[in-house]
């Protein structure tokens, strides 16, 4: 089984913690490749920068269902362009945005989101409602601090985490939370010891999950919101 | 004032129907242009048509806000990038889904989509529930047509669409229907006079709305959903 | 075309900020007439009073219909007798209630509701659940004022509205606010100045938009939630 | 205990009925009036009627508040004015729809409506809506009779009501039906026994609730939708 | 007419409870029956501990339908075992949970609810979710005490439920509160006058419903959740 | 790793099915075992069955906790008792609905349930509603047959299977199917050939996610709906 595990962004930094996070956990008879896009923004803050990356990990995608991989996860807690890298997908791909909430579906009755900076706060609350899931969700905080402050700055972003987790705790009913920026991978550990309920890295537990999946022979449906699309003249 | 209504397409016969459409309601001392983007796909029938197209939409829509336009109108009924459009526009950009879905509540206690083909049932099907409104709309039937079919065939559109929207009016209580494709611009009014119910036209409905709302200076908020864009760096 | 703006209460002090809110927008072509209900309470705090100004409401709505009015606009923030008045209209007869949730839909994730007194919360937030779209709605918090006082006390209005303005804008996600009182009327813009978030002022947004779809010749839909009622005895 | 079961139509057959349908079910220690109010439409059919009805329900509450009795049934299903004649009254007034569906939740996992002519579909799941009772309401289907007709064409009534009831159990998943016309009091037996689901009858059912309500002390909140009025200035 | 009150736990503390409860308000003419189940835990507090009692209270529930009850009430606010009792019994089995919400919903827009442990917050929002009042609920805030501490320390509930209360009121919007304990059942009078708002005690709540409905003849639907269970065979 | 796949009910075949269901999919370094309970119905067709069965399950879960098993997963397509064995256990404990259901998520926008008689579409509607999916589930359709019946007669199975699917594909737009049963295991992925959309075995598909996420350590929250049960007196 050969995995891609894509970062649609191009931050080596962002790229190497998703390669560690990734390989520890993998199992050994799995071929996992971990890379990122061509080109494109250094991180990805905006559904502007998503858009901007998307035509890049659009050519990775294809390129790996010409490559013989079984899977693709795209590794940035926004799924980005996931509708479109579906529907040219014939091998399944998977975000981890939307497999961190069906794993924490599982695990209680509400989860809540740590998020960046506050305006992501409305995006992440746009996602859970795209996917039907409001009334699982528990809310969204953020750490006021960009995707590269994070991957960089472990001690705020654990105090900061620690901090707004329990507000979540005790005054949104949270009951498990999603590490939602794929440059935190790495810290939840030591976050879930500390408070004592699940605090899930949305990059192993996809990760995970799709290993499983995919094992089975899974695939997402092409025949409604994944339908493939028709061939278009150009100009 | 002074309107960018934006086909995010390449089609001449699409860009030349929503200028028919337009400039026959535009108020006299509107400055309309109708233009296209520089490069994409023909249509637009997928979200991957979609991804590809966007950054030449984005392009477009900057271009909008430097030479001094009040507002942009995206003219595809699936509002192609409009969050990271909105991201990056200073001045209000709208989409003529979310126009038409807006009139639509004001008109009726539900309305139905007329789309393409039967895939993007699923499509719109899923837009409904991001803009939050699931319990107003009565649900989705396909012509079983492609974007420049319809756009020709307007004979075998009005048959189908007369059939479709019987069945949504008597089967899933429909009160409202909209023609949810911008080659069926200038289709509406005589389905209207068929059916005896308010049948949208997304174009035109989005044009007059936004004339009106741009009058009173009204812009989508930047503090949250719509933020503008961090700068990045860039591989 | 002429378009009647209907204050559904008796109140001169409100029917003159509505008049000189709509005139200062209105097209020049347009007939604009703003008039008040001939009996009824001064001003709409409650459903009962809503129920008392409704058969003036009605017969306002009938005489227009056969004045050659285009469309008329209910002009108070909860929309009152709506269904009713729609039904009895062969002309689109729009809330502005009804128009600024519509409005609000296109600028942001979610729109929060300046209210009057803190039960009109509760009121507003069945209002949104009638239509359908909680999910778009961050919350109603009240200024603790009566509608007169609020007409009357332009600077506690401002002062308390920033403050609340800025809790919905923070604690409660909110993007877009909405002045939900046809007396708060011409306050939006210093407010928006103040809190940098779009402020919609129900009255003039409707008109805008209304303006607009009745030029195209929409109308609402008369074959289900606003069929056209049967004659009945009375009694 | 004294309870006030008002028609608030001025239909003497249909209060007939109801006067039937409530003696028969009271308690021995009740003193049950049945009364229609004193001016009005024959039967409420349309926002319309309901609207200028409810100043005559309204009348008749504040004069049931006055009276002495404990509690007030507006018995049509329609629960036309409901929010005002709560705002006005201080005993509990009660609606036959909310409580029929209140205790519909109680007998199965979702419920449908027979309605009488097809406009009220839409009416039925607008108010469905209002309550936030959608995902437990399989559905309305209608008679297409009027409400007079219903009162009289018993045959009639049955045979469709059979023919639409087996239609709702197979095809939307009712597990209970509710006779959506108080004309249709009496009704609900006989169906009940060829169709094996409970057949709810509004009025009979709200009136046993709000007898063991009422005995209780129950009241409605009078803090937030309920609210009482403020007193008005009137032109 | 005969009814039996069960109390799914053994405490004869709650049973007594509710016997005094139930008797101060039954009809005359009421066989009222309180019993409570033979063996399993004290009370009831999670999942567990009604997964353990509900087979006891199935039996009870059996013998009820043999000895000609003509309906049971199950008194513990969390309704354990509901669905299966309702489907191995022919007359009809209420809880007091969803009878207590059932006739919230008359009484005010939102209703919260008092409970005993922070942890049962969650239970709460799920069996509302489960409902589908999740539009009506305006939350669950916990006393942080235990059912027996409940039963037992009188001044300690009527603090901590008055303050509790006071913030379900101001910051939830809380109309109407339901006392969510058994073991509280003869507290709600007086928080009701200091609080001003209605106070339901769920055991009284259902029982005077129950009685109504019952006197009627209604029955919960036996063809779709609550059909009576095949034969099985048993190892 | 040690996994228990428990079967909550005593059939052999049943147990038999999934033993080869789990087994031919399993990691080699795993060590699963595949149990029924020790007592209980032979199949669960109600919530009665499940009530009787769950004390039962709730001592193997319990055993599993001593035994050193890191992870259990419940295998019957009801998770009967899922909150109750969730609670009483520190090792993570899955049903295979809810791990269904979290995989279709990922797969298309909305899924159908294909289940045994008529009833259970009530019961699975209700189930989707409790976790709070109702906006991705497209419906349930039931084959008309018992568990025993779907175990043993693969033919009838397969031709009501492909038919009903038919229905949920092109009627309710389901883009994926689930196989409400656990004694369907085995059927999928000849359905998944003739029908070309994704067929999900909730056992196997738990299976692969729980060996996958029990790799990672997560565990499900204990501070709320999970919490531990308190100790109680028991008679």
Tied chains: 1, 2, 3, 4, 5, 6.
Excluded at 13 to 24: D, F, G, R, S, Y
Excluded at 36 to 47: C, D, N
Aim: net charge negative; charged share 30%.
């Amino acid at each position: 089984m050969k995995i891609l595990v894509l970062n649609p962004n191009t931050s080596d930094m962002v790229t190497e913690k998703i390669k560690q996070a990734v390989l520890k956990v993998a199992a050994q008879d799995v071929d996992v490749v971990v890379e990122k896009i061509e080109h494109g923004p250094e991180v990805l803050e905006s559904y502007y920068d998503e858009a901007l990356a998307t035509p890049y990990t659009i050519k990775k995608v294809k390129e790996a269902n010409e490559k013989g991989f079984d899977a693709v996860i795209i590794a940035a807690f926004c799924d980005p362009g996931i509708e479109a890298l579906k529907e040219i997908s014939d091998i399944p791909v998977y975000g981890t945005e939307e497999c961190a909430f069906s794993a924490a579906l599982l695990l209680g009755n509400k989860f809540s989101i740590l998020t960046e900076k506050k305006h992501k706060e409305s995006v992440k609350l746009q996602h859970v409602r795209k996917l039907g899931l409001e009334s699982r969700c528990s809310g969204v905080r953020a750490l006021g601090m960009g995707v590269v402050e994070i991957g960089e700055d472990e001690q705020k972003v654990k105090q900061r985490g620690i901090e707004l987790s329990r507000r979540m705790i005790e005054e949104d009913n949270a009951e498990v939370i999603i590490m939602g920026c794929a440059s935190m991978a790495g810290y939840s550990q030591e976050l879930e010891k500390t408070l004592g309920v699940p605090i899930l890295d949305p990059v192993t537990v996809t990760y995970k999950m799709v290993e499983g999946l995919t094992a089975l022979g899974v695939k997402h449906s092409k025949i409604g919101l994944f339908a493939k699309p028709a061939e278009q003249k150009w100009i």
